[in-house]
């Protein structure tokens, strides 16, 4: 069992700055590849980049790249999402979730990100 609590959401203006982090709590979190999610109202969520369990490998959406950057600690157990050029259609419900094999077993309670024009 994985509980994850994401903070670092808020308000910022466009062309802003924002770091997203997620904390882990249970055992094997190297083994858990992450990712953080989005969903903007009206919309379906949305991958916006992962990371393998070693960190060696990452895949972002191509609305991102370039602007946000995943990385994870896994001595302190967290992920964290670097969000740099932001725009207003950033703006969304930001989820971190864990991956045993497949799917994504476990998510996070949400934390609000909202970027203005």
């Known amino acids: 069992q994985v509980q994850l609590v994401e903070s670092g959401g808020g308000l910022v203006q466009a062309g802003g700055s924002l770091r997203l982090s997620c904390a882990a709590s249970g055992r094997f979190f190297s083994s858990y590849t992450m990712a953080w999610f989005r969903q903007a109202p009206g919309r379906e969520r949305a991958l916006v980049a992962s990371?393998?369990?070693?960190?060696?490998?990452?895949i972002y959406a191509d609305s991102v790249k370039g602007r946000f950057t995943i990385s994870r600690d896994n001595a302190k157990n967290t992920v964290h999402l670097q969000m740099n050029s932001l725009k207003p259609e950033d703006t969304a419900l930001y989820y971190c979730a864990a991956s045993w094999l497949r799917d994504y077993d476990y998510w996070g309670q949400g934390n609000q990100v909202t970027v203005s024009s």
């Open positions: 990371i393998t369990g070693s960190g060696g490998s990452t």
